[in-house]
Each structure stands twice: as C-alpha cells, then as structure tokens.
C-alpha cells in the first residue's frame, strides 16, 4: 500500500479560539486550537511511520494541483476568491479558517490526492492513501463547508470518470459528505454513498439535510442514530453500502475516510473503536476494487491516529495493534429502524426488493 503526503499541507494555519469558532473570547484564559489542526496530521503520519503496519507501507511525495485541475470540480470564481482570502487569516464561513499558508496547503492536499489517484490508475498499487489537509468532502462546487476547501475526494472521483471509470464514492466520515453529493448530483457514472450521524442541515453552507430522502439513482444516504458503533457500520455496509456499489458496477473507488466517527471523537457523537475502523478496512480490500482513499475527519488525534492505523491493518488483512481505550457499550437498539428508512427510499436498486443480508463484514 502506497501512502502519499505533501508538507505543504502542513502550513495551512487554522489559529486559536473557542474550540471551532475563531476569534477572541475575552472570557476564555487559553484559547483552544482550531480542532482540524496540523498536530493531527503529523500524529497521523507518525502513527503509520513507527506503528507496526509501517515495514507494509511506501511512501510517496505528492505535488501540487494545477488550476485546471482544481476546476473540474469547482466554479473559477470560488477559486479566484478562496485564493485572495487566503492573503490573510479569515473565516471563509462560520467555522472554516484560512491565513497566508493555506493555498499552498490546499493545492498540496489536491495534488497529492491526485497523485494517489496516478499511482492507482497506472497500476503501481491497487490500495493509495491520500494523508493530506485540508479535508475536502464538505466543499460544494462553489461554497467552503466545515473546515473543507477543495474537495480532494470528488477531484480524485472526477478525474477517474473522465478517464473512463465507473467510479464509487464510500463515505464513513461522521458527517454526510454533503459536498461530494453537491459535485455529483445528476451524474450518472459516479456513486456517492455516505454513511453518517444524523446531524442534519447546518447553516447557509450545509443546506443538505443528509437524511435519505436525499437518496437516488446515483447517491445513497445511510443515515444512523446518535450512538451507533461498530455493529451499526458494519450493517450499513452490509446491507445498503456495498449491495449498492457491486449493483452499480463501480470498478473504481474513492474513499472518504474520517475517524471522527470513533467513541472519543469531541466532533461526533457515534461510537466506532478501532476494530470496527479494522472492519471497514477489511470490508473495503475484500471489493477487491483499485482504491484511492482521502483523509476527512477525526479530532481527538491519538484515538484518530490508532483508527487510522487499524483501518490501515484491514486494508492490508492484518491484525496488529490491540486497543487500550474502547470500553462504551455498542449501542445497535435503533440500526434496524435506521437502515429500514436508509432502504426505504431507493425504490430503483433491485437489491432493496431482497431480504436484508447480515453475514458478517
């Protein structure tokens, strides 16, 4: 497995404040650093170099995109006016922070999630992560969105349908991956299948509810309950996700991958550990399928980071690092009324008229 980084993407500086909020709080003694941060990228990076899944992986060094290539899934006018405020720091919307580093950081992240998707497509690997920041799957053709700028999974996406690839977009990132949505929205031979916490709209960039009334012939929604954790994922791919992808023919995938999802996460209210993260891996390598993922989510980065790791362990069918921390109890009481109503919507996929398969993930 190939890991792609850029230290560029280190430089995009998201500052200091009330938790996500920048901005002073003169009622706060020590303002908390912005959560998607660059700490948490080098603890990822660190994880994957000293734990024991590192003598499995290579490293590659990304670049940076082109203008031409950022557009494919971005209006030029978002662009031209995310560059000019990236002169100084500002909040491009509520929660989403730029400053002089981060064009170069947002190129960096682009770059280096096409140059995975390179290695793929020449058959150098099957299996190539993008470690990159910022995250992208929130950003909508022409609106930034919860901490996302570019969208580096629907680039990655487009690129390979304009190649000719029947692509699939999985998504267990926390939250609904509003953006990839937005970019393929009506377009035939791309999948966007987001599995998430229902959260709901969230302000004028995030109108998109999430829920599965969103669902269609080309995007599915799986939206599950606060508390929902291993058992919970491993349904939802089961039953919804992957019939989903092997019915609409994909032949290559993107994945969106966020541990924001995880029992510690401060961004989430979901339950997953480190071996369900393992499970999604596993799930993800036994399609078999050529596979570029993106890094999205995950905030608490020591947690995040040991996700990472064992996500990384399933897609290489390894089992390797023990979990000290996960003891909350899987709460799986309401996965059969969430999957019902994720089912219930997709009145066009030939696999919701066959009973509900729960073989294991």
């Known amino acids: 497995m190939e890991v792609f980084w850029h230290d560029a993407c280190l430089e995009h500086d998201t500052g200091v404040g009330l938790w996500e909020l920048p901005g002073r709080w003169d009622w706060l003694d020590v303002a908390e650093p912005h959560p998607e941060n660059a700490a948490r990228l080098r603890t990822f990076r660190h994880a994957l170099e000293h734990g024991p899944v590192a003598p499995h992986l290579s490293w590659s060094t990304g670049r940076f995109a082109t203008d031409e290539e950022l557009a494919r899934v971005?209006?030029?006018?978002?662009?031209?006016?995310l560059r000019a405020a990236c002169g100084q720091r500002t909040a491009v919307e509520l929660n989403t922070v730029v400053g002089p580093g981060s064009w170069d950081a947002?190129?960096?992240?682009?770059?280096?999630?096409?140059?995975?998707?390179?290695?793929?497509?020449?058959?150098?690997t099957r299996l190539a992560y993008a470690l990159v920041r910022p995250p992208g799957h929130h950003a909508q053709p022409d609106l930034a969105d919860g901490y996302c700028l570019v969208n580096n999974a629907a680039l990655v996406a487009e690129t390979a349908r304009r190649a000719g690839r029947r692509v699939a977009v999985l998504d267990w990132d926390v939250h609904h991956g509003n953006g990839t949505q937005e970019v393929f929205r009506g377009t035939p031979d791309v999948?966007?299948?987001?599995?998430?916490?229902?959260?709901?709209?969230?302000?004028?960039?995030?109108?998109?509810?999430g829920s599965p009334a969103e669902s269609g012939a080309s995007n599915v929604n799986v939206e599950l309950s606060l508390g929902a954790g291993d058992g919970a994922y491993?349904?939802?791919?089961?039953?919804?996700?992957?019939?989903?992808?092997?019915?609409?023919?994909?032949?290559?995938?993107?994945?969106?991958?966020?541990?924001?999802?995880?029992?510690?996460?401060?961004?989430?209210?979901?339950?997953?550990?480190?071996?369900?993260?393992?499970?999604?891996?596993?799930?993800v390598a036994e399609l078999g399928l050529p596979t570029v993922?993106?890094?999205?989510?995950?905030?608490?980065?020591?947690?995040?980071?040991?996700?990472?790791?064992t996500l990384v362990e399933g897609l290489l069918g390894l089992d390797l690092l023990e979990d000290p921390l996960a003891y909350v109890?899987?709460?799986?009481?309401?996965?059969?009324?969430?999957?019902?109503?994720?089912?219930?919507?997709?009145?066009?996929?030939?696999?919701?008229?066959?009973?509900?398969?729960?073989?294991?993930?």
């Not at 971005?74 to 006016?81: A, E, F, I, K, M």
């Not at 682009?110 to 020449?122: K, R």
């Not at 999948?191 to 509810?209: D, E, I, K, Y």
């Not at 993922?293 to 790791?309: D, I, N, P, V």
Request: with cysteine; hydrophobic share 40%.
């Open 74 to 81: 971005h209006t030029r006018s978002y662009l031209d006016d």
């Open 191 to 209: 999948l966007t299948v987001s599995v998430h916490m229902r959260h709901g709209p969230w302000g004028a960039n995030h109108a998109q509810t």
């Open 293 to 309: 993922l993106t890094q999205e989510g995950g905030y608490l980065r020591g947690y995040s980071a040991l996700c990472l790791h």
């Open 234 to 283: 491993r349904r939802a791919l089961a039953e919804i996700a992957l019939p989903a992808l092997a019915e609409f023919g994909a032949d290559f995938l993107v994945c969106a991958s966020g541990f924001d999802g995880s029992a510690f996460d401060p961004n989430g209210r979901h339950n997953l550990t480190a071996d369900g993260y393992r499970a999604i891996g596993r799930a």
């Open 106 to 124: 947002i190129r960096a992240a682009a770059g280096t999630a096409l140059a995975a998707y390179e290695a793929v497509a020449a058959g150098r």
């Open 329 to 361: 109890p899987d709460d799986t009481q309401l996965v059969d009324v969430d999957l019902a109503a994720a089912r219930s919507t997709l009145t066009d996929w030939d696999f919701t008229t066959y009973p509900a398969a729960r073989g294991p993930v």
